[in-house]
């Protein structure tokens, strides 16, 4: 996940980008600084067994060593004072021993890391090589020390003399378990480059030597390592692309093991415990980590001037489209640039990380898995292979398992259809749509809203859409927008609805349904605000059929969306409802049923006058020409009489979209020629005092 621009990018793991300290800096600062490294990294060998599952032998040796370090150089801060000050001559040598620690520092912490534990199993040979590498220039950074300072007192001369043959003789290498457990995993990435289904218990002495015992410790490993391979993708070369291949089959062999070895889905006891200060403190609302604007969970939460945070991606979105007031507030923005959230990031991303989930990409880019998230392959034929046989287990779960096992697939089902392209393929291959379809009537809450949210993934994918229309799959979908259990599945239903009619003919198909669009209209007049605005884009994509406009005014669509209009002219929602309106009056029953609402048409002048957004301007003005198309000249005096309209319109002839610009300067026109062909005068006799009309070419 990389983070906003202009802050530095995360470190990719075993990497050891150590800072040498400023030649400058004074000897004793930089002994005060070295000080309190050896005394972290000595402090991490208590009780450190379980902490380090990988290397516990070189982790000790190396921890020893900080030790024997810190023992060195409280002897020499002891001795200053008798030296009165270190000699400048003391740098180079301080020097390199606080790089030397802090490289240790890195070493330690990623052996330690939750989620990390497989990449280092892995790569157990490359960090015990870097480990002795380290270690040894410890030895050569004491060799640098003036010899009156190693001398200053007869213990720290024989602290050194013991660090400097340690540091050169200890033997570092992975430890026999760790060979055994690299040799497994790479023995079972061979059978899934070749389809062949591991033995279950190879797999489980892996994960039970590196300390993985439940689905969510494994899932907090995927989610790692998923940050592994953004972090590596991002302005990826080619020495990094062999590190990304094994990254991914790492992840698909974590997600075979999650879904094959594990009965059930756990909470993670440990986890919740470390970060429920971070979950959710006294002093935050659970409401608090939700933006404003969109009401979902910030994934890159920023800070406006009035002190409002909201996510990125959305208070851009609105700050692009021409609003220049705080959306909570009503106050105007001193300025548009926004500041990010570190607290707050912190706090959602380890309470996502705690649930295995990886934050999004806080870039503002929303391809959160870079290539891999968006192309149909994965990188690496084993990768592949685990992909096809954990989607093959989902599948067979989802039609013969038992309550719990169909509960846990259909969660399974849902996270992999949305974490890429591949896996929506494969579970689109191996017929998963059918099997979920049947699960949307389940009584089981939890399996209904997997089940519909693992269908919108899936009707993401072009086979998929057909697959779920081949299947009878659309009744069984308007169903649940009208019956679901809870309002997340009546929310994703609508939204597949949305992907299922961006084909015409399917647009078509679902109009033919009975309940489907006045299903859709009930959902925009009393759902929750998501569920409106899925409504409401899934209502877009059918009015493309011609036939469906005559539906959706028969369900009273119309006035649905007048009540969004009269609510708040700036709420995204309004501007939703607009743009619908707009949608509809492009044939004739949609117009008539505008024209005949009452007060609706005053209300969308008001708008197109007093909205912030350049989007609710467009939508406004292409509504009212349709109305003027479809409405004649009766339509186009009520315009003319109607006060501040005119005003509006020669505002975005200067200033709006291009779009809006062209029919603005239409609309003009056809008010102008009303006004001139007849026997009224030139100028509206409703306009403003002062207010000249000028004839717009």
């Known amino acids: 996940m990389p983070p906003p621009t202009g802050e530095p990018k995360r470190r990719r793991l075993l990497s050891l980008p150590a800072v040498y300290p400023c030649e400058c800096i004074a000897p004793a600062r930089l002994l005060a600084s070295l000080l309190s490294l050896a005394a972290d990294l000595t402090s991490r060998g208590a009780g450190a067994?379980?902490?380090?599952?990988?290397?516990?032998?070189?982790?000790?040796?190396?921890?020893?060593?900080?030790?024997?370090?810190?023992?060195?150089?409280?002897?020499?801060?002891?001795?200053?004072?008798?030296?009165?000050?270190?000699?400048?001559?003391?740098?180079?040598?301080?020097?390199?021993?606080?790089?030397?620690?802090?490289?240790?520092?890195?070493?330690?912490?990623?052996?330690?890391?939750?989620?990390?534990?497989?990449?280092?199993?892995?790569?157990?040979?490359?960090?015990?090589?870097?480990?002795?590498?380290?270690?040894?220039?410890?030895?050569?950074?004491?060799?640098?020390?003036?010899?009156?300072?190693?001398?200053?007192?007869?213990?720290?001369?024989?602290?050194?003399?013991?660090?400097?043959?340690?540091?050169?003789?200890?033997?570092?290498?992975?430890?026999?378990?760790?060979?055994?457990?690299?040799?497994?995993?790479?023995?079972?990435?061979?059978?899934?480059?070749?389809?062949?289904?591991?033995?279950?218990?190879?797999?489980?002495?892996?994960?039970?030597h590196i300390g993985v015992r439940t689905w969510s410790e494994c899932s907090e490993e995927i989610a790692c390592l998923d940050d592994e391979l953004y972090t590596r993708m991002d302005g990826a070369s080619d020495d990094t692309s062999s590190d990304a291949v094994l990254v991914n089959s790492l992840m698909a062999f974590l997600v075979y093991c999650r879904v094959v070895l594990f009965d059930q889905i756990d909470t993670n006891p440990k986890a919740d415990a470390a970060v429920r200060p971070a979950r959710c403190p006294d002093w935050i609302r659970p409401d608090a980590l939700q933006c404003p604007i969109t009401l979902d969970l910030m994934t890159d939460p920023v800070t406006v001037s009035t002190g409002q945070t909201y996510d990125r991606a959305s208070i851009m979105r609105w700050i692009k489209a021409g609003c220049r007031t705080c959306p909570v507030t009503g106050e105007r923005l001193r300025t548009a640039d926004v500041v990010s959230n570190a607290a707050l990031r912190g706090i959602i991303e380890r309470m996502l990380l705690s649930n295995g989930v990886s934050l999004p990409d806080a870039s503002g880019s929303g391809h959160r898995h870079g290539a891999l998230g968006n192309t149909p392959a994965p990188f690496g034929p084993a990768a592949a292979g685990a992909a096809r046989l954990s989607v093959a287990y989902i599948v067979a779960q989802l039609s013969t398992g038992s309550t719990e096992e169909r509960r846990k697939a259909t969660s399974e089902a849902r996270k992999l259809s949305k974490h890429s392209v591949f896996y929506r393929a494969c579970l689109v291959e191996a017929n998963a749509v059918p099997w979920l379809l049947c699960l949307l009537s389940s009584t089981d809450a939890s399996v209904q809203d997997n089940?519909?949210?693992?269908?919108?993934?899936?009707?993401?994918?072009?086979?998929?859409?057909?697959?779920?229309?081949?299947?009878?799959?659309?009744?069984?979908?308007?169903?649940?927008?009208?019956?679901?259990?809870?309002?997340?599945?009546?929310?994703?239903?609508?939204?597949?609805?949305?992907?299922?009619?961006?084909?015409?003919?399917?647009?078509?198909?679902?109009?033919?349904?009975?309940?489907?669009?006045?299903?859709?209209?009930?959902?925009?007049?009393?759902?929750?605000?998501?569920?409106?605005?899925?409504?409401?884009?899934?209502?877009?994509?059918?009015?493309?059929?011609?036939?469906?406009?005559?539906?959706?005014?028969?369900?009273?669509?119309?006035?649905?969306?007048?009540?969004?209009?009269?609510?708040?002219?700036?709420?995204?929602?309004?501007?939703?409802?607009?743009?619908?309106?707009?949608?509809?009056?492009?044939?004739?029953?949609?117009?008539?049923?505008?024209?005949?609402?009452?007060?609706?048409?005053?209300?969308?002048?008001?708008?197109?006058?007093?909205?912030?957004?350049?989007?609710?301007?467009?939508?406004?003005?292409?509504?009212?020409?349709?109305?003027?198309?479809?409405?004649?000249?009766?339509?186009?005096?009520?315009?003319?009489?109607?006060?501040?309209?005119?005003?509006?319109?020669?505002?975005?002839?200067a200033d709006g979209s291009p779009q809006a610009c062209k029919r603005a300067r239409a609309l003009l026109n056809m008010i102008h020629r009303h006004y001139e062909m007849g026997d009224q005068p030139a100028a509206p006799a409703s306009s403003e005092a002062g207010e000249r009309v000028v004839r717009v070419l």
């Open 49 to 208: 067994a379980g902490a380090f599952p990988v290397l516990r032998r070189g982790v000790r040796q190396a921890v020893r060593i900080a030790g024997l370090l810190l023992a060195f150089l409280e002897e020499i801060q002891d001795a200053t004072v008798t030296l009165q000050a270190l000699p400048a001559s003391a740098v180079l040598g301080l020097t390199e021993l606080h790089v030397a620690m802090q490289k240790i520092r890195f070493l330690l912490n990623d052996c330690a890391r939750r989620g990390a534990r497989l990449w280092v199993l892995v790569n157990a040979g490359l960090v015990a090589s870097e480990l002795r590498v380290v270690l040894g220039s410890v030895a050569v950074a004491l060799d640098a020390l003036p010899k009156g300072v190693v001398d200053a007192s007869v213990e720290a001369g024989e602290l050194a003399r013991l660090l400097s043959e340690q540091a050169w003789r200890v033997p570092v290498r992975p430890d026999a378990g760790d060979e055994r457990a690299a040799r497994s995993v790479r023995s079972i990435l061979e059978q899934f480059k070749s389809g062949v289904s591991p033995e279950a218990e190879d797999a489980r002495r892996v994960l039970e």
């Open 451 to 653: 089940a519909v949210a693992s269908l919108l993934n899936l009707s993401k994918h072009p086979r998929g859409r057909a697959v779920l229309f081949e299947a009878g799959g659309v009744g069984l979908v308007v169903d649940v927008i009208n019956v679901g259990g809870r309002a997340e599945a009546r929310q994703n239903a609508a939204a597949v609805l949305f992907y299922l009619s961006s084909d015409p003919e399917h647009a078509e198909e679902i109009g033919r349904i009975p309940e489907a669009i006045p299903t859709l209209v009930q959902l925009v007049r009393d759902g929750a605000h998501r569920g409106r605005k899925n409504a409401m884009v899934s209502l877009y994509g059918l009015l493309q059929c011609a036939s469906n406009h005559g539906k959706a005014v028969a369900a009273g669509a119309v006035a649905a969306l007048a009540a969004l209009l009269s609510v708040d002219r700036d709420n995204d929602l309004a501007v939703d409802a607009v743009a619908l309106l707009a949608r509809l009056a492009e044939h004739p029953v949609g117009a008539q049923a505008v024209l005949v609402r009452p007060g609706l048409v005053s209300r969308v002048v008001e708008a197109l006058a007093a909205s912030a957004s350049r989007s609710g301007k467009d939508h406004c003005v292409a509504l009212l020409v349709s109305l003027c198309r479809h409405g004649g000249e009766k339509v186009v005096a009520l315009l003319g009489r109607m006060p501040g309209l005119m005003a509006s319109l020669y505002t975005l002839v």
